[in-house]
């Protein structure tokens, strides 16, 4: 199942996928979070693909939310969260990697969902060249749970970057390099905890995972 190519057989996904449209977006971000488990995050290389599906995220509630870009209002770093829906929103952090993530809401609205893990589906030999990493013809789960587990890790193995990517419509596979897609598959079951790795807001119960799955980040559920 895990073994890397870059070409898109009749066994893949993608073939399958449809392009996520706006209105899927356009909603409270918690539902967004929810139904994004199990998407396909994409990104076009010229004639390669990379894409993964998406295990784990968190939701961002907008100008109430301590935790959120948006809870300072409108500045020129975060303007993406108070456009329309569907489009990506890019920063660094730590210093040392980008997060990805999703606005959402009616335009003027701000919120928005971070993806926090993907479970590589094809174009594993290029994610782990783009993060630097050694992968055997037969990877060990341990191998490939290092390519995308993690928000900075996924946004390496996809060279996402707020340069280059920062306001991409995420709808749209005809203008932009980078998309996502359903290909009809669901997860069984869905875990939610309160969100990791901050301090402000952390009791909330906003952090949504594909329970059991290996590629998810911090406490397995």
């Known amino acids: 199942m895990h073994k890397d190519t870059s070409k898109i057989t009749a066994e893949s996904p993608l073939p399958r996928a449809k392009p996520l449209l706006r209105r ?9 979070a929810q139904e994004l488990l199990g998407k396909l995050l994409i990104r076009r290389e010229g004639s390669v693909i990379i894409a993964g599906r998406v295990v ?3 939701a961002y509630m907008g100008v109430t939310d301590a935790a959120a870009h948006s809870a300072a209002g409108v500045t020129a770093r975060n303007a993406v969260l108070f456009g329309p829906p569907g489009y ?31 479970e590589p ?15 055997p ?11 995308t587990s993690g928000p900075g890790r996924m946004a390496e193995a996809l060279e996402i970057t707020r340069l280059r990517d920062n306001g991409k419509d995420l709808t749209n596979p005809k203008k932009s390099d980078l998309w996502l897609a359903d290909s009809g598959w669901r997860p069984s079951r869905i875990a939610i905890t ?23 980040s911090g406490k397995k559920l």
């Open 24 to 32: 899927f977006f356009d909603r409270d971000p918690r539902h967004v």
């Open 56 to 58: 784990e995220t968190e």
């Open 88 to 118: 990506a929103y890019v920063y660094f952090i730590y210093g040392n990697h980008f997060c990805l993530n999703v606005s959402c809401m009616p335009e003027g609205d701000a919120g928005c969902v971070l993806f926090r893990a993907l």
């Open 121 to 135: 589906v094809t174009g594993l030999q290029e994610m782990a060249n783009n993060r630097g990493l050694e992968l």
């Open 137 to 147: 013809e037969e990877p060990r789960l341990a191998q490939l749970k290092a390519l």
């Open 194 to 216: 309160p969100r990791i790795g901050i301090t402000k807001a952390a009791e909330e119960p906003l952090r949504f995972l594909i329970a059991g799955n290996p590629f998810t």
